[in-house]
């Protein structure tokens, strides 16, 4: 089993910016793709910003050029850097992990617990 804990959110105003991380703990024999999701009330859950294991990234167009998202595969940590905060990015923010505990029983997905960004003045 792998244990996702997500740190780093919090309230912000307006154009400020917060960095948001998910260490992966447990039994990890690798880490494939990682991601970053974020629901807020009322909303379905969405992606903001994905990483593969070569590092190619994706976002959402609602971020692109404000957030990005970044991985130390030493640590088994995948971060968010989020700039120019605006209320609508005001959500719970999940980091979703595919891994394999090792070679030969295939790959999981994980969600962390999420943590609470808010966007106000």
């Known amino acids: 089993q792998v244990q996702l804990v997500e740190s780093g959110g919090g309230l912000v105003q307006p154009g400020g910016s917060l960095r948001l991380a998910c260490a992966a703990s447990?039994?990890?024999?690798?880490?494939?793709?990682m991601g970053w999701y974020r629901q807020a009330p009322g909303k379905e859950r969405e992606l903001v910003a994905a990483i593969t294991s070569a590092g190619s990234t994706t976002y959402a167009d609602s971020v692109k050029g404000r957030f990005t998202i970044s991985r130390d595969n030493a640590k088994n940590t995948m971060y968010l850097q989020m700039n120019s905060l605006k209320a609508e990015d005001t959500a719970v923010y999940y980091c979703n992990v595919n891994s394999e505990v090792d070679p030969y029983s295939g790959n999981y997905y994980y969600w962390g617990q999420g943590t609470q960004v808010t966007v106000s003045s």
């Open positions: 447990g039994k990890i024999f690798r880490i494939n793709h």
